[in-house]
């Protein structure tokens, strides 16, 4: 039977389960609204690298080793890594790999990236091909700063809109036949959408109609509405790309109160001056790692849809004048 649901949804058949988690967070988001909930805080958000790419290469690194030691497991009891980054040719993810000696599936999908990893991972798993994987992703403010805008000694003053790049990592394991744990039930692989948007600085306005048609396409794929789940929480459109995703599901005649949500949009409070948000390949996958992974075995929530969310931008496009292609991927993940 085709595991293949409607036109972009694919059912996970087998039990893979997200058995545990691992957290590292600069010290920006170790003030935000998650900051009891990470595994480690980092005071300084260099932690004594030379560089921001080698601190982000570092953090990389570390929790893929972190979510490893809580399960007293090492590299050789893991079947492949999957992960990515926001940096030319994915090094943070890379170069941390080289260092475990394990098969290595680099992925980009920018800030969609975790989703993108849960989806691949989960698929060839539930192929019988694989039984235990590990998925990492991470960013940095530093080194998006330098690669994506300016340099941060500038002091370039950011855009009402703009968002503020996550320093930090996540990293999961996933297992199958693991007992009670949260399980990948269905993954829905999004299509490049672009509204025309070109403005580096509104990421959000970019990526919301890539998000709500991916949440569309998987509501119709699985013959589901908003309220089957208990949270449908996109990756980082920021507070004005989630009120822009809210306003798309309205039109179409939705029900979003108290179901809709953004990790960008969460991640730091009100007293934080971070612009519309989170952002960056870390915000989804410290959310979830941190958070949400917390609150399903808390038996708080039982069923959420996941949909990380990417700007496929670079700096050359945009001095380019291109436009800002955007792309969103949803994981369906229960207990």
């Known amino acids: ?14 039990d893979i389960c997200i058995k545990n988690t691992y957290t590292i967070v ?10 009891d909930y990470y595994d480690y805080l980092l005071e300084d958000d260099l932690w004594e690298c030379k560089s921001y790419e080698k601190a982000e290469i570092k ?10 030691k809580k399960e007293y497991l090492t590299h050789n009891n893991i079947d492949c890594i999957f992960g990515g980054d926001l ?17 290595f599936l680099g992925l980009y999908g920018a800030c969609s990236t ?10 060839i798993m539930d192929g019988d091909n694989m039984q235990r994987t590990v998925c990492a992703t991470s960013s940095h403010f530093g080194t998006a700063e330098r690669q994506y805008r300016f340099p941060l000694e500038l002091g370039t003053q950011p855009t009402p809109t703009s968002q503020w790049t996550i320093t930090g990592a996540g990293a999961v394991l996933l297992e199958k036949n693991s007992g009670n744990f949260p399980k990948i039930k269905s993954v829905t692989i999004g299509k490049v959408v672009d509204y025309g948007i070109i403005d580096a600085a509104n990421m959000g306005a970019a990526m919301a109609p890539a998000a709500y048609d991916t949440i569309s396409t998987h509501l119709k794929d699985m013959n589901r509405t908003p309220d089957y789940y208990d949270l449908i929480i996109t990756g980082d459109l920021g507070k004005y790309g989630l ?3 809210k306003h798309f599901a309205e039109v179409d ?8 949500d953004d990790c960008g949009a969460r991640v730091y409070t009100s007293k934080q001056n971070c612009g519309q948000g989170g952002s960056g390949a ?5 959310v979830y790692s941190a958070y949400l992974h917390k609150e399903l075995l808390a038996g708080k929530l039982h069923k959420i849809l996941l949909v990380p969310t990417g700007a496929l931008l670079s700096r050359l496009s945009t001095m380019q004048g291109e436009s800002i292609p955007s792309i969103a991927h949803a994981i369906d993940i229960e207990i």
Do not use: W
């Open 253 to 260: 005649g939705l029900v979003t109160d108290n179901i809709f």
């Open 26 to 35: 600069g010290p920006e988001e170790a003030q935000g609204s998650f900051k």
């Open 59 to 68: 953090l990389h690194k570390e929790v893929i080793d972190g979510v490893l």
């Open 282 to 286: 870390g915000c989804s996958a410290i």
């Open 87 to 103: 940096l030319n040719q994915i090094i943070s993810s890379s170069f941390s790999a080289r260092e475990f000696e394990v098969p």
């Open 1 to 14: 039977m085709s595991k293949k649901r409607g036109s972009q949804t694919y059912v996970i058949d087998s």
């Open 243 to 245: 009120d822009l995703l």
């Open 114 to 123: 975790f989703g993108e990893s849960l989806a691949v991972a989960s698929m």
